[in-house]
């Protein structure tokens, strides 16, 4: 078993255990449609928003007008998820895996603000699985590749990160997680079927399903 060893489990949360992806890519299109921005930035799971509009700047050539873009952007969404929040659901496999690790060291580990953190939590009650989380707010600017955030969520448990399993859906994600010295699973879900490349390292294991790590 994946597990056998390890003290710690460390999760991502949007694409790997709720499907919150399609709620996210349908705002980011409302708004760039809405405001006649065509073509607009692609969204891409697991990377910052400061890092596509970053580079929406550039390519633009208006570095002032995408930072403007980004704050209205910021609201926007956290509005869309609040009027979409019933569209978001725990994966089918989610559940029963969640209940298997419920008596181990666990923290979720996200690239979502603290914000949207709590409206998944008052929605999903996360926190009848996970004593922890690490949030984009905890660790800004230091977000996903960077191994800060695994990093950080493996000391909350007082572990090492190499004592940690860390499951991941993104690119970004599996990054951070084997930068931080991890176990890592990467959960093969629809929006992110192209990561076969991406597991020819030590210690990373390609999933297609939450069930494969306990069995």
């Known amino acids: 078993m994946i597990l056998d060893g390890l003290k710690g489990v460390l999760c991502d949360l949007d694409g790997t255990l709720i499907d919150s992806e399609c709620v996210h890519e349908k705002g980011h299109n409302t708004f760039f449609e809405e405001k006649g921005i065509i073509p607009f930035p692609q969204h891409i799971p697991g990377v910052a928003l400061e890092t596509i509009f970053r580079k929406y700047g550039e390519e633009t050539g208006d570095e002032a007008n995408a930072s403007k873009l980004m704050e209205e952007y910021l609201q926007f969404i956290s509005d869309f998820l609040q009027d979409n929040i019933e569209n978001i659901h725990f994966f089918d496999d989610a559940l029963i895996f969640l209940e298997s690790i419920r008596e181990m060291a666990n ?54 990160p190499a004592e940690c399993l860390a499951i991941e859906d993104s690119c970004v994600g599996i990054q951070s997680a084997i930068n931080a010295g991890c176990t890592v699973v990467v959960i093969q879900r629809t929006v992110t079927s192209s990561l076969n490349n991406v597991v020819d390292c030590k210690n990373v294991f390609l999933v297609k399903s939450l069930d494969d790590i306990v069995e």
């Open 107 to 160: 923290c979720i580990v996200t690239t979502s603000y603290s914000s949207w953190f709590k409206l998944y939590d008052k929605h999903l009650k996360l926190s009848r699985f996970f004593k922890h989380q690490i949030t984009k707010d905890d660790v800004f600017p230091f977000v996903k590749p960077h191994p800060k955030p695994y990093v950080l969520a493996a000391a909350k448990l007082g572990l090492n």
